[in-house]
């Protein structure tokens, strides 16, 4: 089984999941909760430093090695832009991709560290969602940027620690992190257009404005099998059948058109994984495995790879219906 960022509070706020998935399940909602992040606490002073040396490792993206902590930390949070990147700044709310080494102050023992899984993290900037550490830290700073911070208890893992991780309720934590990437409501993906020629199938909108696109719909049958084109092919990495996906999406059933769940203009992206969401709606999961990461994707689902004969209640989709996505798949972990 793959393991699990230490960094993850809670459920990530703030997510639209498919209807009749259930509650949201992604990957976040089975780390162990964070006591800090669930605490109120007031907006900490932030300092520059202590802070131990980066010894190696010292590019971006390289997994670093972090001296161990001389003297006392900090009892404030210490912040310090290592390497200023120039991409758009962070805002709270935000969903940050990540990579970062995580140790404790005083032994210098890693605890845990994205760069040896090769998936960077991939969660939302908000309370209730990360240890407040790094809620704080992270915001105003820009995409590209290397930081490293030490984080005292009560911003951290508070008086109960981590004992899984083998953290104290006493133990200041140190961070390097690369920040790869930011994302919100406003996010479109920015991959080169493919022409859609088969007049058979819907028409989606290549605008990358981060508006909704338009779905058109044609007045004929619709196809009996599954459906999954490109509209704007990304160059990122194709998604596996274990990964969760951060996207845009907007859904349509085929007679009518009329949409029937979307992310657009609701202040919100929707974070799954496609294995849950093999047991809710299949065939699109099965539509958006082996896509590349930063397309658009339209995918076209047949009543049996749909909700069939068992539809969300009060809403547009009937029994028997075809659904019609249009997915913009903004990230994968």
């Known amino acids: 089984m793959r393991r699990r960022s230490l960094l993850l509070a809670a459920v990530p706020a703030g997510l639209v999941t498919l209807a009749a998935c259930g509650d949201d399940k992604s ?48 009892k404030n949070l210490a912040v310090k832009t290592v390497i200023a990147g120039n991409g758009r700044t962070i805002a709270e709310n935000d969903f940050i991709q990540a990579n970062y080494l995580g140790q404790i102050w005083s032994t210098a023992k890693v605890f845990d560290n994205s760069y040896d899984r090769n998936r960077p993290l991939l969660i939302q900037l908000a309370k209730g969602s990360i240890i407040d550490g790094w809620r704080y830290a992270i915001a105003g700073k820009k995409v590209g940027s290397r930081i490293e911070l030490s984080v005292p208890p009560e911003l951290g893992y508070g008086k109960s620690g981590n004992p899984q991780a083998g953290i104290k309720g006493t133990d200041t934590l140190v961070f390097v992190i690369d920040l790869i990437d930011a994302f919100n409501s406003k996010s479109s993906v920015k991959g080169k257009p493919v022409p859609q020629t088969d007049a058979a199938l819907p028409k989606v909108g290549t605008n990358t404005d981060g508006k909704e696109p338009s779905i058109t719909v044609p007045k004929s049958e619709p196809p009996k099998k599954l459906v999954s084109n490109y509209v704007l092919e990304g160059d990122g990495d194709e998604l596996k059948a274990n990964q969760a996906i951060l996207c845009q999406f907007k859904a349509v059933v085929w007679d009518g058109g009329k949409t029937f769940q979307q992310t657009y203009g609701s202040g919100r992206l929707s974070q799954f994984s496609l294995e849950q969401m093999q047991q809710a709606v299949k065939g699109l999961a099965q539509g958006l495995t082996g896509k590349k990461v930063g397309s658009r994707v339209l995918v076209v689902v047949p009543p049996e790879l749909g909700y069939g004969d068992n539809p969300p209640s009060g809403g547009a989709v009937k029994k028997g219906s075809t659904l019609v996505f249009s997915v913009d798949i903004l990230a994968a972990m």
Do not use: N, R, W
Not at 62 to 71: H, R, Y
């Open 27 to 74: 990957d976040s909602s089975k780390a162990k909760a964070s006591p800090s992040a669930s605490a109120s606490t007031p907006p900490p002073k932030i300092v520059e430093g202590p802070l131990p040396a980066i010894t190696a490792g010292t590019k971006f993206g390289e997994k670093p090695t972090v001296a161990k902590g001389q003297g006392e930390p900090s």
